[in-house]
């Protein structure tokens, strides 16, 4: 597989035409004094999503999918692993944040290593 290089030898960006939020875990705390884990927005931009397979897993008995997809973003300080992705307009596909990659080494460009968990079909 070859990869598209520009005139300075460094690889072509992808197109970034996905709409993306990236949310952080935060804790509040209720009015009981118990505490519960929300979201909150710490980025907003666009991605290009690459998909990398998925396979089954067992968990508690149950069957499920693991899903695998990295984003490819420009490079922000805030995005961190243990942070999510939710892709836009459609916000019910959430992404868990596991690896982060500056392919360049340059801090133009992230590549998001992230996973999903959903019922096999």
Known sequence: M??????????????LNRTVLVEAPTDARRVTGGVSQTWSTVWQGHAAVKGRGARDILEGGQVSELRRA????????????????????????????EGIDDPDGRRI??????????PAP
């Open 109 to 118: 460009r992230m590549l998001l290593t992230c996973s999903r968990t959903e």
């Open 2 to 15: 070859s990869k598209t290089l520009t005139r300075s030898g460094f690889p072509r960006a992808a197109i």
């Open 70 to 97: 990295v984003f490819e973003i420009r490079w922000n300080r805030l995005i961190e692993p243990g942070q999510r992705i939710k892709l836009m307009p459609d916000d019910s596909e959430l992404w868990n944040i």
